[in-house]
């Protein structure tokens, strides 16, 4: 059974940083892609960033490029997010994501708010 599992959100000054972790379990995690998405309060859910199942190919939303960094370590079965310079804007639940055989599969979120 698919399991993810998030950490790392919390209260941030703007301009900040803060480290995501998503451990995962259930899966041959080295063999999926990972994704990490955000929804604010009253809007859509939006996908922030994506790696490939071997790390060698990221991509970002327009809105955190260059700001955030996604990463992974296989023998830890774990993925990142590193978000750095902060903004309220950034404001959400961040959830990681994983297709795993047809089906997503999604943590239970980490809150993270940027507000002074």
């Known amino acids: 059974q698919v399991q993810l599992v998030e950490s790392g959100g919390g209260l941030v000054q703007p301009g900040g940083s803060l480290r995501l972790s998503c451990a995962a379990s259930g899966f041959t995690f080295s063999r999926y892609s990972m994704n990490w998405y955000r929804q604010a309060p009253g809007k859509e859910r939006e996908l922030v960033a994506v790696?490939?199942?071997?790390?060698?190919?990221?991509t970002y939303a327009d809105s955190v490029k260059g700001r955030f960094t996604i990463s992974r370590d296989n023998a830890k079965n774990t993925v990142y997010l590193q978000m750095n310079s902060l903004k309220p804007e950034d404001t959400a639940v961040y959830s990681c994501?994983?297709?795993?055989?047809?089906?997503?599969?999604w943590g239970q979120g980490t809150q993270v708010t940027v507000s002074s």
């Open positions: 790696i490939t199942g071997t790390g060698g190919s990221t």
């Open positions: 994501n994983a297709r795993v055989r047809g089906l997503d599969s």
